[in-house]
Protein backbone atom coordinates (compact mmCIF):
# COMPACT_ATOMS: atom_id res chain seq x y z
CA UNK A 1 0.00 0.00 0.00
CA UNK A 2 1.02 3.50 -0.64
CA UNK A 3 0.98 5.87 1.86
CA UNK A 4 1.80 9.32 1.68
CA UNK A 5 3.42 11.46 4.14
CA UNK A 6 5.95 14.55 4.24
CA UNK A 7 8.78 14.19 2.38
CA UNK A 8 11.25 14.25 5.28
CA UNK A 9 8.94 12.34 8.09
CA UNK A 10 11.75 10.72 9.96
CA UNK A 11 9.99 7.34 9.96
CA UNK A 12 9.58 7.61 6.12
CA UNK A 13 13.32 6.15 5.74
CA UNK A 14 12.51 3.26 8.36
CA UNK A 15 9.41 2.40 6.51
CA UNK A 16 11.30 2.35 2.91
CA UNK A 17 13.96 0.24 4.48
CA UNK A 18 11.40 -2.59 5.65
CA UNK A 19 10.49 -2.34 1.81
CA UNK A 20 7.01 -0.87 2.87
CA UNK A 21 5.69 1.40 0.21
CA UNK A 22 5.80 4.84 1.22
CA UNK A 23 4.31 7.72 -1.38
CA UNK A 24 5.94 10.83 -1.35
CA UNK A 25 4.38 14.08 -2.48
CA UNK A 26 5.40 14.32 -5.32
CA UNK A 27 4.39 11.64 -6.35
CA UNK A 28 1.21 11.67 -5.18
CA UNK A 29 -0.03 14.64 -6.90
CA UNK A 30 0.46 12.89 -10.40
CA UNK A 31 -1.66 9.73 -9.56
CA UNK A 32 -5.68 10.94 -10.88
CA UNK A 33 -7.39 8.78 -7.89
CA UNK A 34 -8.35 10.21 -4.52
CA UNK A 35 -6.31 9.04 -1.58
CA UNK A 36 -8.07 7.77 1.15
CA UNK A 37 -7.80 10.71 4.32
CA UNK A 38 -6.31 8.95 7.57
CA UNK A 39 -6.20 11.03 10.40
CA UNK A 40 -4.14 9.59 13.72
CA UNK A 41 -4.83 11.36 17.04
CA UNK A 42 -1.77 10.18 18.71
CA UNK A 43 -1.78 10.19 22.49
CA UNK A 44 1.14 8.36 22.66
CA UNK A 45 4.28 9.69 24.55
CA UNK A 46 7.15 8.39 22.13
CA UNK A 47 5.12 9.41 19.13
CA UNK A 48 7.84 8.83 16.80
CA UNK A 49 7.79 4.99 17.83
CA UNK A 50 3.73 4.91 17.64
CA UNK A 51 4.20 6.84 14.09
CA UNK A 52 5.52 3.28 12.92
CA UNK A 53 3.74 0.94 14.44
CA UNK A 54 0.77 2.80 13.14
CA UNK A 55 2.11 3.16 9.21
CA UNK A 56 3.03 -0.42 9.40
CA UNK A 57 -0.17 -1.89 10.71
CA UNK A 58 -1.98 0.83 7.67
CA UNK A 59 0.48 -0.65 5.43
CA UNK A 60 -1.60 -4.03 3.75
CA UNK A 61 -3.74 -2.41 1.34
CA UNK A 62 -3.09 -1.64 -2.28
CA UNK A 63 -5.17 2.07 -1.54
CA UNK A 64 -3.61 5.30 -1.34
CA UNK A 65 -3.58 6.37 2.17
CA UNK A 66 -2.85 9.98 2.86
CA UNK A 67 -1.57 10.27 6.76
CA UNK A 68 -2.39 13.65 9.13
CA UNK A 69 -1.01 13.37 11.87
CA UNK A 70 -2.80 15.24 15.27
CA UNK A 71 -1.63 16.43 18.21
CA UNK A 72 -3.45 17.83 21.63
CA UNK A 73 -3.49 21.32 21.62
CA UNK A 74 -4.47 21.16 25.67
CA UNK A 75 -1.36 19.07 26.43
CA UNK A 76 2.13 18.81 24.95
CA UNK A 77 4.51 16.03 26.30
CA UNK A 78 7.88 16.27 27.11
CA UNK A 79 8.97 12.74 25.25
CA UNK A 80 8.79 14.46 21.51
CA UNK A 81 10.54 17.40 20.47
CA UNK A 82 8.62 20.17 19.73
CA UNK A 83 10.40 20.92 16.49
CA UNK A 84 8.61 17.37 15.16
CA UNK A 85 5.41 18.05 16.57
CA UNK A 86 5.77 21.42 15.24
CA UNK A 87 6.80 20.11 11.46
CA UNK A 88 4.20 16.99 11.03
CA UNK A 89 1.75 17.34 13.51
CA UNK A 90 -1.86 19.16 13.69
CA UNK A 91 -4.10 20.21 16.41
CA UNK A 92 -7.82 19.75 16.25
CA UNK A 93 -8.33 23.28 15.43
CA UNK A 94 -6.58 23.39 11.66
CA UNK A 95 -8.65 20.22 10.76
CA UNK A 96 -12.29 20.82 12.10
CA UNK A 97 -13.62 21.91 8.84
CA UNK A 98 -12.15 18.81 6.79
CA UNK A 99 -13.75 15.12 6.45
CA UNK A 100 -11.59 12.46 7.13
CA UNK A 101 -12.46 8.58 5.62
CA UNK A 102 -11.04 7.25 8.54
CA UNK A 103 -9.59 8.31 12.28
CA UNK A 104 -7.60 6.29 14.82
CA UNK A 105 -7.20 7.42 18.36
CA UNK A 106 -4.51 5.66 20.42
CA UNK A 107 -4.03 4.66 23.66
CA UNK A 108 -2.54 7.22 26.31
CA UNK A 109 -0.59 6.52 29.86
CA UNK A 110 -3.22 8.16 31.75
CA UNK A 111 -5.23 4.93 32.06
CA UNK A 112 -5.71 5.05 36.00
CA UNK A 113 -6.75 8.58 36.33
CA UNK A 114 -10.37 9.44 35.96
CA UNK A 115 -11.44 10.38 32.47
CA UNK A 116 -12.88 13.74 33.37
CA UNK A 117 -9.03 14.31 35.10
CA UNK A 118 -6.58 13.77 31.92
CA UNK A 119 -5.89 17.62 30.66
CA UNK A 120 -6.87 17.24 27.43
CA UNK A 121 -10.05 15.05 27.89
CA UNK A 122 -12.58 18.21 27.15
CA UNK A 123 -10.60 18.39 23.85
CA UNK A 124 -10.71 14.64 23.09
CA UNK A 125 -14.79 14.89 23.68
CA UNK A 126 -14.89 17.41 21.08
CA UNK A 127 -13.11 15.46 18.70
CA UNK A 128 -15.13 12.23 18.95
CA UNK A 129 -18.07 14.31 19.24
CA UNK A 130 -17.51 15.87 15.95
CA UNK A 131 -16.04 12.44 13.82
CA UNK A 132 -19.78 11.26 14.63
CA UNK A 133 -20.14 13.70 11.73
CA UNK A 134 -16.75 14.85 10.04
CA UNK A 135 -15.34 10.71 9.88
CA UNK A 136 -16.60 7.67 7.94
CA UNK A 137 -15.21 5.40 10.59
CA UNK A 138 -13.37 5.92 13.77
CA UNK A 139 -10.43 3.27 15.11
CA UNK A 140 -10.01 3.47 18.67
CA UNK A 141 -7.44 1.61 20.37
CA UNK A 142 -6.74 0.83 24.01
CA UNK A 143 -7.11 3.25 26.86
CA UNK A 144 -8.51 5.19 23.25
CA UNK A 145 -10.93 2.33 23.46
CA UNK A 146 -12.12 2.77 27.01
CA UNK A 147 -12.29 6.67 26.58
CA UNK A 148 -14.40 6.36 23.65
CA UNK A 149 -16.81 3.57 25.52
CA UNK A 150 -17.27 6.09 28.00
CA UNK A 151 -17.75 8.73 25.56
CA UNK A 152 -20.11 7.09 23.15
CA UNK A 153 -22.30 5.25 25.49
CA UNK A 154 -21.51 5.64 29.27
CA UNK A 155 -19.21 2.11 29.58
CA UNK A 156 -17.20 2.64 32.81
CA UNK A 157 -13.62 1.31 33.50
CA UNK A 158 -12.03 -0.18 37.39
CA UNK A 159 -8.66 -0.40 38.29
CA UNK A 160 -7.57 -4.23 37.86
CA UNK A 161 -5.52 -5.83 40.95
CA UNK A 162 -2.40 -6.42 38.91
CA UNK A 163 -1.61 -4.93 35.27
CA UNK A 164 -2.98 -7.11 32.29
CA UNK A 165 0.79 -7.82 30.65
CA UNK A 166 1.46 -10.10 27.86
CA UNK A 167 0.08 -11.77 24.37
CA UNK A 168 -3.44 -13.88 25.30
CA UNK A 169 -4.95 -15.87 23.19
CA UNK A 170 -8.63 -14.32 21.74
CA UNK A 171 -11.40 -16.16 20.36
CA UNK A 172 -13.61 -15.29 17.15
CA UNK A 173 -17.24 -14.19 17.54
CA UNK A 174 -19.35 -12.97 14.36
CA UNK A 175 -16.69 -14.32 12.46
CA UNK A 176 -19.06 -13.33 9.07
CA UNK A 177 -18.22 -9.80 10.13
CA UNK A 178 -16.11 -8.16 7.75
CA UNK A 179 -14.01 -6.72 9.84
CA UNK A 180 -12.63 -10.08 10.73
CA UNK A 181 -12.18 -11.58 6.96
CA UNK A 182 -8.64 -13.74 7.01
CA UNK A 183 -8.94 -14.40 10.93
CA UNK A 184 -8.61 -17.94 12.54
CA UNK A 185 -10.82 -19.08 15.53
CA UNK A 186 -8.35 -18.19 17.85
CA UNK A 187 -5.42 -15.59 17.88
CA UNK A 188 -2.85 -14.12 20.07
CA UNK A 189 -2.70 -10.51 21.06
CA UNK A 190 -0.65 -7.81 23.14
CA UNK A 191 -2.18 -6.49 26.15
CA UNK A 192 -0.70 -3.47 28.16
CA UNK A 193 -3.04 -2.02 30.85
CA UNK A 194 -4.23 -1.60 34.68
CA UNK A 195 -7.37 -0.82 33.59
CA UNK A 196 -10.48 -2.74 32.27
CA UNK A 197 -14.11 -2.29 31.18
CA UNK A 198 -17.49 -3.03 32.97
CA UNK A 199 -18.46 -6.30 30.80
CA UNK A 200 -21.94 -6.38 32.33
CA UNK A 201 -22.23 -2.54 30.92
CA UNK A 202 -21.04 -3.54 27.78
CA UNK A 203 -23.30 -6.63 27.10
CA UNK A 204 -26.53 -4.86 28.85
CA UNK A 205 -25.50 -1.71 25.77
CA UNK A 206 -27.40 -2.98 22.40
CA UNK A 207 -25.14 -1.01 20.48
CA UNK A 208 -22.36 -2.76 20.86
CA UNK A 209 -21.02 -5.96 19.05
CA UNK A 210 -18.93 -8.21 20.67
CA UNK A 211 -16.46 -9.55 17.95
CA UNK A 212 -13.32 -10.92 19.99
CA UNK A 213 -12.51 -11.84 23.54
CA UNK A 214 -10.32 -13.60 25.63
CA UNK A 215 -11.08 -16.68 28.63
CA UNK A 216 -8.12 -14.37 30.64
CA UNK A 217 -8.66 -10.69 29.73
CA UNK A 218 -11.93 -9.94 28.86
CA UNK A 219 -13.37 -7.98 25.62
CA UNK A 220 -10.31 -7.04 22.47
CA UNK A 221 -12.20 -5.92 19.31
CA UNK A 222 -16.10 -4.15 20.11
CA UNK A 223 -18.25 -2.46 16.92
CA UNK A 224 -21.05 -0.20 16.99
CA UNK A 225 -22.55 1.65 14.10
CA UNK A 226 -21.91 -0.67 11.34
CA UNK A 227 -18.35 0.22 12.01
CA UNK A 228 -18.33 3.82 12.32
CA UNK A 229 -17.22 3.02 15.86
CA UNK A 230 -14.57 0.57 16.28
CA UNK A 231 -13.18 -0.46 19.83
CA UNK A 232 -9.61 -2.34 20.22
CA UNK A 233 -8.96 -2.70 23.52
CA UNK A 234 -5.63 -4.21 23.33
CA UNK A 235 -2.25 -3.11 21.47
CA UNK A 236 -2.29 -5.15 17.62
CA UNK A 237 -0.43 -2.36 16.45
CA UNK A 238 2.65 -3.32 18.87
CA UNK A 239 5.63 -4.28 17.74
CA UNK A 240 7.97 -7.77 18.48
CA UNK A 241 10.17 -5.71 20.88
CA UNK A 242 7.06 -3.25 22.28
CA UNK A 243 6.46 -5.17 25.44
CA UNK A 244 10.27 -6.22 25.89
CA UNK A 245 11.57 -2.15 26.17
CA UNK A 246 8.41 -1.53 28.37
CA UNK A 247 9.22 -4.81 30.60
CA UNK A 248 13.36 -3.86 30.77
CA UNK A 249 12.74 0.17 30.96
CA UNK A 250 9.82 -0.60 34.42
CA UNK A 251 12.18 -3.29 35.63
CA UNK A 252 15.32 -0.26 35.20
CA UNK A 253 13.29 2.16 37.24
CA UNK A 254 12.39 -0.49 39.85
CA UNK A 255 8.86 -0.86 39.32
CA UNK A 256 7.12 -4.27 41.03
CA UNK A 257 6.18 -5.55 37.15
CA UNK A 258 5.69 -9.17 36.54
CA UNK A 259 7.27 -11.08 32.97
CA UNK A 260 4.97 -10.88 29.82
CA UNK A 261 3.09 -13.48 29.60
CA UNK A 262 3.48 -15.74 26.63
CA UNK A 263 6.41 -13.61 25.45
CA UNK A 264 9.44 -15.04 26.01
CA UNK A 265 10.60 -18.02 25.32
CA UNK A 266 10.62 -20.09 28.70
CA UNK A 267 9.97 -16.88 30.06
CA UNK A 268 13.82 -16.21 29.71
CA UNK A 269 13.81 -12.43 28.82
CA UNK A 270 17.42 -12.54 27.84
CA UNK A 271 15.75 -14.64 24.53
CA UNK A 272 14.17 -13.65 21.23
CA UNK A 273 9.95 -12.76 22.18
CA UNK A 274 8.00 -14.56 19.66
CA UNK A 275 5.86 -13.02 17.38
CA UNK A 276 2.39 -14.27 16.89
CA UNK A 277 -0.28 -11.58 16.15
CA UNK A 278 1.13 -10.20 12.85
CA UNK A 279 -1.35 -12.09 10.68
CA UNK A 280 -4.40 -10.81 12.90
CA UNK A 281 -3.42 -7.50 13.19
CA UNK A 282 -2.74 -7.07 9.27
CA UNK A 283 -6.00 -8.75 8.78
CA UNK A 284 -7.99 -6.79 10.90
CA UNK A 285 -6.36 -3.26 9.70
CA UNK A 286 -6.56 -4.05 6.14
CA UNK A 287 -9.94 -4.95 6.72
CA UNK A 288 -10.87 -1.80 8.26
CA UNK A 289 -9.37 0.07 5.81
CA UNK A 290 -11.39 -1.96 2.75
CA UNK A 291 -14.85 -2.92 4.16
CA UNK A 292 -15.54 0.55 6.73
CA UNK A 293 -13.49 2.86 5.30
CA UNK A 294 -12.71 2.30 1.42
CA UNK A 295 -16.47 0.76 0.90
CA UNK A 296 -18.50 3.27 2.56
CA UNK A 297 -16.62 6.72 2.21
CA UNK A 298 -17.95 8.98 -0.35
CA UNK A 299 -15.81 10.07 -3.00
CA UNK A 300 -16.57 14.26 -2.41
CA UNK A 301 -17.29 14.98 0.94
CA UNK A 302 -20.55 17.14 1.91
CA UNK A 303 -22.04 15.87 5.12
CA UNK A 304 -20.79 12.60 6.25
CA UNK A 305 -23.71 11.38 8.51
CA UNK A 306 -26.15 12.16 5.52
CA UNK A 307 -24.43 10.45 2.60
CA UNK A 308 -23.76 7.60 5.15
CA UNK A 309 -27.19 7.28 6.29
CA UNK A 310 -28.20 7.47 2.20
CA UNK A 311 -26.04 4.85 1.63
CA UNK A 312 -27.49 2.35 4.05
CA UNK A 313 -30.78 2.85 3.40
CA UNK A 314 -30.02 2.02 -0.52
CA UNK A 315 -28.50 -1.28 0.61
Avoid at 54 to 67: C, F, I
Avoid at 106 to 114: D, F, K, L, N, S
Wanted: charge should be negative.
Amino acid sequence: MPIKVQNDLPAKKIMENENIFIMNETRAITQNIRPLQIAILNLMPLKEDTEIQMMRSLSNTPLQLEVTFLTTASYIGKNTPASHLNQFYQTFDDVKDKNFDGLIITGAPVEQMAYEEVQYWEELTHIMDWSKTNVTSTLHICWGAQAGLYYHYGIPKYLLPRKTFGIFEHRVHHRKIPLLRGFDDVFWAPHSRNTGVDSKAIAACDDLLLLADSPEVGELILMAQNGRQIFVLGHLEYDRLTLDKEYKRDIAKGIDIALPKNYYPNDDPEQKPLLRWRGAANAMYSNWINYYVYQETPFEFINTEKVLSRHRENK
